[in-house]
């Protein structure tokens, strides 16, 4: 009943660009806190940001002013823009959507692997 797909993976260089989207399919998509996630190998899965219905966002240190979360509600798509990308950014990236005061409501994509390299 609740799936969540995503997009914009991939091989990017230090320095680059990358636009992950996250396709939602349920419903009252817009009462959701969507957010995103990563985790690299040997590390615990940490939030990158996230987003709420009312469009308040919140980013970990690490990507301030380089990384932008936004939602598109019309679509069910949330949206990671990743710029200045860097070595330490590379992990697997999935999306999450989850009810604000209802914790046990809580959904994942499966995940997409972003790799900055040169």
């Known amino acids: 009943q609740v799936q969540l797909v995503e997009s914009g993976g991939g091989l990017v260089q230090p320095g680059g660009s990358l636009r992950l989207s996250c396709a939602a399919s349920?419903?009252?998509?817009?009462?959701?806190?969507m957010g995103w996630y990563r985790q690299a190998p040997g590390k615990q899965r940490e939030l990158v940001a996230s987003?709420?219905?009312?469009?308040?966002?919140i980013y970990v240190d690490s990507v301030k002013g380089r990384f932008t979360i936004s939602r598109d509600n019309a679509k069910n798509t949330v949206y990671l823009q990743m710029n200045s990308l860097k070595v330490e950014d590379t992990a697997v990236y999935y999306c999450?959507?989850?009810?604000?005061?209802?914790?046990?409501?809580?959904?994942w994509g499966q995940g997409t692997q972003v790799t900055v390299s040169s």
């Open positions: 349920m419903n009252m998509f817009s009462i959701y806190t």
């Open positions: 999450n959507a989850a009810l604000p005061n209802l914790p046990g409501y809580t959904y």
């Open positions: 987003i709420t219905s009312s469009n308040y966002s």
